[in-house]
């Protein structure tokens, strides 16, 4: 089991991806900033997306370009095809998140790609970024069930990590999008997939969708997984997936961590200061639990 374990927070891109208002770029900004010197290893920033198909992360270029780069902070945005790669390449980000679909149906909802054509789309980016130093990772959406389909079988997801292993990304994010792995699947399937390549690096990225994020978390944790998405305050949601609510909340996530006695790397009071006045830029509650109920070391005077 890993000691040490590295959180990457997605709240400005699959948190605010859905809210329903869009929010100010000078928000973003700030609240990027703030994130930036909590300990977080990676800030997956936007994402360079049509900006039709995602209308709230349209100002991607503005918020690259205006956010501090805090040393030892990684610097990510999602891509989906070469056009976002181009953009994302031009606001020198440290890595692009390729996305496709585990599944055919979640991927023409999300992407308008099969996986076949995605994995066409994958190879054609990364001929576009040979010979930059930008690193790649790949996100899997619907690994743990898709809300179409149903289940995929394991079959399928360890042939599509040897595909993009083939392609010469060695990153792989595994996305329960619409929160229907439960922690026994996910740990099974973590360690078939840490056994078979031990050489990848593997992100688990979970939904709180049904309330087993945090179990889901745990459950990769034990498998030997190091990394984690999550979202400040439990924000997020993909747009084209039915049902689909907020990621796993970071706060809670390093509070379970620092908790077992597992570092996170994160100043988790600074955190909790930062998810607080997230609360007012969105203008709703936020489902995270610490920051309602505080830490465990919290103590009440007696009576
Ligand atoms: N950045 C900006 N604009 C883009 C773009 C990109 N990466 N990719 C496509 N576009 C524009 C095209 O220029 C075109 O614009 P026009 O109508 O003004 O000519 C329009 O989008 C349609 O282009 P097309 O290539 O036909 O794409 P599409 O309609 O098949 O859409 C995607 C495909 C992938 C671009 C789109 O579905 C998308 O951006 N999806 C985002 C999915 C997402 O982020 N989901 C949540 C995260 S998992
Ligand atoms: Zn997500």
């Not at 599944?103 to 994958?122: C, I, K, V």
């Not at 079959?155 to 990304?169: D, K, P, Q, Y």
């Not at 179990?215 to 997936?241: K, M, Q, V």
């Amino acid at each position: 089991m890993p000691q040490r374990v590295y959180i990457q927070e997605v709240v400005t891109r699959d948190g605010f991806q859905s809210e329903p208002r869009f929010i100010p770029s000078e928000h973003k900004v700030a609240l990027l900033n703030a994130l930036a010197r909590t300990g977080l290893a990676k800030l997956e920033v936007t994402s360079f997306t049509s900006p039709k198909a995602i209308p709230n992360l349209r100002d991607a270029e503005a918020v690259m370009r205006a956010i501090d780069r805090v040393a030892g902070v990684e610097y990510c945005a999602l891509v989906p095809n070469v056009k976002g790669c181009e953009r994302a390449l031009a606001c020198e980000v440290d890595e692009i998140n390729l996305v496709m679909s585990a599944s055919d149906s979640h991927g023409l909802a999300n992407l308008r790609m099969t996986a076949e054509q995605s994995l066409a789309q994958f190879a054609a980016i990364l001929a576009v970024a040979e010979g930059t130093q930008v690193a790649i990772n790949a996100s899997l959406s619907t690994t743990f069930g898709c809300p179409f389909e149903g289940a995929l079988g394991e079959a399928r997801i360890f042939s599509l990590v040897e595909r993009l292993l083939g392609l010469g990304i060695a990153r792989i994010t595994l996305c329960d999008t619409t929160g229907m792995a439960n922690p026994r699947q996910v740990e099974t399937l973590c360690r078939q997939l840490l056994t078979r390549w031990p050489q990848a690096t593997f992100t688990l990225h979970a939904h709180d969708t049904r309330g087993l994020g945090l179990a889901n978390a745990l459950a990769a944790f034990n498998a030997g997984i190091e990394r984690f998405d999550a979202s400040l305050g439990g924000l997020g949601g993909c747009p084209y997936a039915p049902g689909a609510t907020g990621n796993v909340c970071s706060e809670d996530l390093v509070h379970m961590f620092e908790q077992m006695g597992v570092a996170t790397g994160v100043d988790l009071p600074a955190l909790l200061r930062v998810a607080e006045n997230l609360q007012a830029i969105v203008g709703h509650h936020l489902p995270g639990y610490v920051l309602r109920a505080g830490t465990a070391d919290r103590r009440y005077a007696p009576g």
